[in-house]
């Protein structure tokens, strides 16, 4: 399956590729940023290369690389997974490698691949989670539009602690409904 790449004002979602391995290392290697996302599980370089090197034939997803326009250099990831073509819904999720946080970067890559969820694949719903620790994602997903559904209780760690699960989504009409007032 060719996977597409999305034109941003200032950024470009291309497809995940090999070439990345090294940045996204760069990422995974980010305590805080494993922290906010819940990440525990530690990775080798090989199974990085290999997850980038696989990205374009995995079936169900699209894993895009965050790129600033004419610049080609991996400044994270969004990732609409999960996608079920019955139900008409996907998972987002969304990392970016420190020295690019706060940027917008991940605010434009947000919208462009909720375009793409919703009027490209046709799909109803999008749905997330994020860690109630994170309150910077929280506060950028509903500002966006996503609506909190629920929380999970105690579903990721917390270095030797838990926290919860903050559940959010955005339906097909709510997103054009908040296109039609931006």
């Known amino acids: 399956m060719q996977k597409p790449t999305l034109q941003g004002e200032m950024i470009v979602l291309r497809p995940i590729r ?10 995974l290697d980010d305590a805080e940023g494993n922290r906010l996302t819940g990440t525990t599980r530690v990775f080798t370089h090989e199974e990085v290369d ?8 995995a079936q169900g997803r699209y894993d895009f690389a ?21 139900v008409r819904c996907a998972g987002l999720r969304l ?11 991940g605010t434009e ?4 691949v909720l ?17 109630s620790i994170n309150t910077r994602a929280i506060s950028l997903y509903e ?5 909190l559904e629920g929380r999970r209780r105690d579903a990721y ?17 709510e997103y054009r409904a908040g296109r039609v007032s931006a």
């Open 18 to 27: 090999a070439d990345d391995a090294d940045a996204m290392w760069d990422m």
């Open 50 to 57: 290999a997850w980038c090197a696989g990205r374009e034939a």
């Open 66 to 86: 965050v790129t600033a326009n004419g610049d080609d250099e991996y400044r994270g990831e969004i990732v609409l997974n999960d996608i079920d073509e019955d």
């Open 95 to 105: 990392a970016m490698r420190p020295a690019y946080r706060g940027r917008g970067y």
């Open 109 to 112: 890559a947000i919208e462009l």
């Open 115 to 131: 375009g793409f969820a919703f009027d490209g694949l046709g799909l109803h719903r999008v749905e997330l989670d994020a860690l």
């Open 143 to 147: 500002n966006i539009g996503f609506r």
């Open 157 to 173: 760690r917390d270095g030797t602690g838990w926290c919860d699960a903050v559940m959010m989504s955005m339906l097909e009409d």
